[in-house]
């Protein structure tokens, strides 16, 4: 496949007070491709807890395709093409939530703990079209 129909992947974990930053920015990157810039920004929660935000954004096809690959080997495809038109929404948006631990195990699996949003390509912008596009990459 020459191209990918996404214009692009976010990923994003939240790193809380008792998890190591390190662990938990190994479990976002078993996602990227190695040479991914990840972007550390650091908050206070409510109580005054430090939380660390990991996040970084892929565009380009091959970068894209890595992601792709990573969910594909491991994550419950099936499911999420059964429940695409849940995750994807009017403005083309793909959505998916993965497992933060297994992804520090090295393994990719739906879960809590590591955010996946991607723009689907779509021409016109439609959901109908978004929703065959992504299921196709899938």
Same mark, same amino acid.
């Given at each position: 496949?020459?191209?990918?129909?996404?214009?692009?992947?976010?990923?994003?974990?939240?790193?809380?007070?008792?998890?190591?930053?390190?662990?938990?920015?190994?479990?976002?990157?078993?996602?990227?491709?190695?040479?991914?810039?990840?972007?550390?920004?650091?908050?206070?929660?409510?109580? *005054?807890?430090?939380?660390?935000?990991?996040?970084?954004?892929?565009?380009?096809?091959?970068?894209?395709?890595?992601?792709?690959?990573?969910?594909?080997? *491991?994550?419950?495809?099936?499911?999420?093409?059964?429940?695409?038109?849940?995750?994807?929404?009017?403005?083309?948006?793909?959505?998916?939530?993965?497992?933060?631990?297994?992804?520090?195990?090295?393994?990719?699996?739906? *879960?809590?703990?590591?955010?996946?949003? *991607?723009?689907?390509?779509?021409?016109?912008?439609?959901?109908?079209?978004?929703?065959?596009?992504?299921?196709?990459?899938?």
């Amino acid at each position: 496949m020459s191209s990918v129909p996404f214009h692009y992947l976010d990923l994003r974990a939240f790193c809380y007070e008792t998890e190591a930053d390190e662990r938990v920015e190994s479990a976002l990157r078993y996602f990227l491709p190695e040479d991914a810039d990840v972007q550390r920004a650091e908050s206070r929660g409510h109580n *005054g807890d430090r939380i660390v935000v990991f996040s970084a954004r892929v565009e380009l096809a091959d970068d894209v395709r890595y992601v792709l690959e990573r969910l594909r080997d *491991g994550a419950d495809i099936e499911r999420l093409r059964d429940e695409l038109d849940d995750r994807v929404t009017e403005n083309c948006e793909f959505f998916a939530h993965l497992d933060k631990q297994a992804a520090f195990e090295g393994e990719a699996e739906l *879960g809590d703990g590591i955010s996946l949003r *991607g723009k689907v390509e779509a021409y016109p912008a439609k959901r109908e079209a978004a929703l065959e596009n992504a299921r196709e990459a899938l």
